[in-house]
């Protein structure tokens, strides 16, 4: 299984940081990467790829409020959200989505491979309120090389937990990626 874990000096390997405390509520800054991103051919199923962590805060959702144009009141009025379901403001869903997507970008898995995100299926399976934080895992649960030789399909199962370890987002990546690095010069 391949875990995209570094050691204090940002190099490749070590022991797990995480081990045990997936849901350890002090976020974590983002990982120094030293190498490219991983390549169709480096995966296999069951690989994991795991985030470091992020609060989300009240300016995340306002600033998502005001670029998507959703001002729903469960987003954006406290007296109004405190007397639904919610029993309070919740961040936006594909607030939560976007922020996992780059907590995963920035393990360095796709830095460089990546051709494509096909396609995403999402399941919004608990609410996420400010000063939450959260982290996201992919797990590879399927592999189909492309018939042409440059890149092949990888499915990913995605969960982003919350800092009480409760799956707050579940989903489905279909993603394509290179089999060969491409050059840089240009």
């Not at 030293?34 to 805060?57: K, M, N, Q, W």
């Not at 594909?94 to 494509?116: D, E, K, P, R």
Request: charge should be negative; hydrophobic fraction near 35%.
């Amino acid at each position: 299984m391949y875990v995209m874990y570094h050691n204090q000096d940002g190099e490749p390997g070590g022991e797990d940081p995480y081990a045990g405390q997936m849901a350890e509520s002090t976020p974590t800054a983002p990982r120094t990467h030293r190498l490219a991103g991983l390549l169709f051919d480096d995966f296999a199923v069951g690989d994991v790829i795991e985030s470091a962590s992020r609060t989300i805060t009240e300016a995340d959702i306002q600033a998502f409020a005001g670029l998507s144009g959703d001002y729903n009141p469960l987003h954006t009025d406290e007296p109004h959200a405190s007397r639904s379901a919610f029993r309070g403001r919740v961040a936006h869903g594909m607030l939560i989505q976007a922020i996992a997507s780059g907590l995963v970008n920035q393990t360095g898995a796709f830095h460089y491979t990546i051709a494509a995100l096909a396609e995403m299926n999402i399941r919004y399976t608990a609410p996420v309120k400010p000063g939450d934080t959260i982290s996201a895992r992919l797990v590879v649960s399927e592999l189909d090389p492309d018939p042409r030789p440059k890149r092949g399909w990888v499915l990913f199962d995605g969960i982003v937990t919350n800092q009480r370890g409760q799956h707050v987002i579940e989903s489905e990546w279909r993603t394509i990626f290179l089999r060969q690095r491409r050059s840089r010069e240009r």
